[in-house]
């Protein structure tokens, strides 16, 4: 059984730092294409950073420069570095899991199947 949790948001000052933490487990993630999307209130969840099996990654133009995303084979986990965090990367954000590539997903205009139940992240000016 696929299971994603996430740890690491909170309230930060804009310009100041956080990392996302995701335990997978059911899966390796090695196997499986990885990613981070967030949704705020009244928007749809959007994609952040992901991650394909086969190592290629990919950032929305918003967080670009800005985020790194990672993930631990040995440990089982997904990671995302957010520095210089703004008041719009106000969001909870959400683990994804796919066993598919990335490529596909966004050709089938799909999101992953598996979701954690998401950490909230909150950035003031």
């Known amino acids: 059984q696929v299971q994603l949790v996430e740890s690491g948001g909170g309230s930060v000052q804009s310009g100041g730092s956080l990392r996302l933490s995701c335990a997978a487990s059911g899966f390796p993630v090695s196997s499986y294409s990885m990613g981070w999307y967030r949704q705020a209130p009244g928007t749809e969840r959007e994609e952040v950073a992901t991650i394909s099996s086969d190592g290629r990654s990919r950032y929305a133009n918003s967080v670009k420069g800005r985020f790194s995303i990672s993930q631990d084979n040995a440990k089982n986990a997904l990671y995302l570095q957010m520095n210089s965090l703004k008041p719009e990367d106000t969001a909870m954000y959400y683990c994804?899991?796919?066993?598919?590539?990335?490529?596909?997903?966004?050709?089938?205009?799909?999101?992953?199947?598996?979701w954690g139940q998401g950490t909230q992240v909150t950035v003031s000016s």
């Open positions: 994804a899991a796919d066993p598919r590539q990335m490529a596909l997903l966004l050709a089938l205009g799909v999101k992953p199947r598996n």
